[in-house]
Nanobody, 122 residues
């Protein structure tokens, strides 16, 4: 079992930046792909970004257009999502997830955090 706890969410203005953190504990963190997803009210959960265990491969949703960066520190069991130039439509609960089955779909991840709210005002 892997426990994931997100932090760093909050209320920001359009164009601002925010850095989300995800702390992993419990079963070994080793080998897991880590992903970030988000879910806005009334919408399905959607893929944001993913990073492989080694950090050598990164994946992003097409809509992000280079504004977001994902990174990890395996020694600290931490994953980060740096979000720049935030838009009001990106208001959502952001979730951290761990898995080994793939990158882009929710069902490919085995463990999930409780989520952190990000609100972007216009």
């Amino acid at each position: 079992q892997v426990q994931l706890v997100e932090s760093g969410g909050g209320l920001v203005q359009a164009g601002d930046s925010l850095r989300l953190s995800c702390a992993a504990s419990g079963r070994t963190f080793r080998g897991y792909t880590m992903g970030w997803f988000r879910q806005a009210p009334g919408k399905e959960r959607e893929f944001v970004a993913a990073i492989t265990w080694s950090g050598s491969r990164l994946y992003f949703a097409d809509s992000l257009k280079g504004r977001f960066t994902i990174s990890r520190d395996n020694a600290k069991n931490m994953v980060y999502l740096q979000m720049n130039s935030l838009k009001p439509e990106e208001t959502a609960v952001y979730y951290c997830a761990a898995g080994n089955g793939g990158y882009f779909r929710s069902r490919e991840y085995d463990y999930w955090g409780q989520g952190t709210q990000v609100t972007v005002s216009s």
